[in-house]
């Protein structure tokens, strides 16, 4: 139902659902509820928070901050939306738009053995990410963070699942 691309959006909007807060203290928030696994520009929050304010989604509180920052809350509409976005399953996953596959695709129509040297090149990668992944799951335990510990072993099982794939690759050039 939603377009792809919500996160932000949604993100900012659950937080100013829990309290009211200033464009800084969400990117802060946001960052935090995430483990830092996705850094953002303050710049796109406050876009972010334009279009939910010009949507009817949050209002400004009409209080400024000690540094004349505004703060925003989510109205009435806002938490409807956002409840509806929360219980919405992720139908169209952007798996296959990847700019990997891209490459695979194109170096596959190619006779040199450059397919082979990008497959060896992204197992590397795909190998370290699980290393720094059971790293940050470990830190996240250790600081009582469970939840930030499960999107860490997530990103652990999706790139199982992308060495899984480099696996069927190999095995399928291998007929050929």
Do not use: C
Request: aromatic share 8%; glycine share 12%.
């Amino acid at each position: 139902m939603y377009g792809q691309g919500m996160s932000l959006r949604f993100g900012v909007l659950g937080l100013l659902a829990e309290e009211p807060l200033h464009g800084y203290e969400v990117k802060t928030r946001f960052e935090e509820m995430l483990g830092g696994t996705w850094k953002v520009n303050i710049g796109s929050v406050y876009q972010v928070l334009q279009r939910l304010e010009r949507d009817g989604l949050v209002e400004a509180t009409g209080d400024r901050g000690d540094r004349g920052r505004q703060a925003y809350r989510a109205t009435v509409a806002g938490i409807s939306g956002l409840t509806e976005w929360l219980e919405d399953p992720d139908s169209q996953p952007q798996l296959l738009r990847e700019d990997f596959y891209v490459r695979l695709l194109l170096l596959g129509r190619q006779p040199n053995g450059h397919l082979a040297r990008l497959l060896d090149r992204q197992r590397r990668v795909y190998l370290q990410r699980m290393r720094d992944l059971a790293d940050q799951e470990k830190i996240a335990r250790e600081r009582g963070r469970p939840q930030v510990a499960l999107l860490f072993k997530g990103g652990q099982l999706h790139t199982e699942a992308e060495l899984k794939f480099l696996d069927a690759v190999v095995d399928e050039m291998g007929k050929e």
